[in-house]
């Protein structure tokens, strides 16, 4: 019986250990999409630059942010965005106009680094479980 009773206790703590232990994973692996986006990002006057931002759950992202404007991060996630409410035209310089070239910031930061986040994050939920099973 008590070999039941500390398996089941360990499987209900289980993914409350491991949502902590993901937050650190995310947020980091955030804030560097966001350091070499604002590194790619054309520094016209700075305004672009300075409009990358990491919003950590649950909080809601800026207006008029890209991609996808103001959304509600959930709790343990974090998004990044470019552009506010002030610099509404990030998707703009992404992707280009008639007049205007493209100039790919956002995207190939986000696709240079996704898979160095995806497996920060594996790693971290992985020693998280087996810490938890463990005790």
Not at 1 to 10: D, E, H, L, P, V
């Amino acid at each position: 019986m008590a070999g039941i009773k500390s398996f089941q206790r360990k499987m209900r703590e289980m993914p409350i250990a491991a949502r902590k232990a993901l937050a650190p994973a995310t947020e980091k692996g955030a804030d560097e999409i966001a350091r070499m986006a604002e590194a790619l990002a054309p520094e016209d006057t700075g305004d672009l630059v300075g409009s990358i931002a990491v919003t950590v759950g649950p909080k809601n992202t800026p207006s008029h942010s890209h991609p996808g404007g103001t959304r509600t991060v959930p709790e343990g996630a974090a998004a990044v965005t470019a552009g506010n409410s002030d610099v509404r035209y990030a998707h703009l310089v992404e992707f280009g106009t008639r007049k205007a070239p493209a100039q790919p910031f956002f995207w190939p930061a986000f696709r240079t680094l996704r898979k160095r986040a995806e497996s920060r994050i594996k790693r971290a939920m992985t020693k998280a479980i087996k810490e938890e099973w463990n005790k």
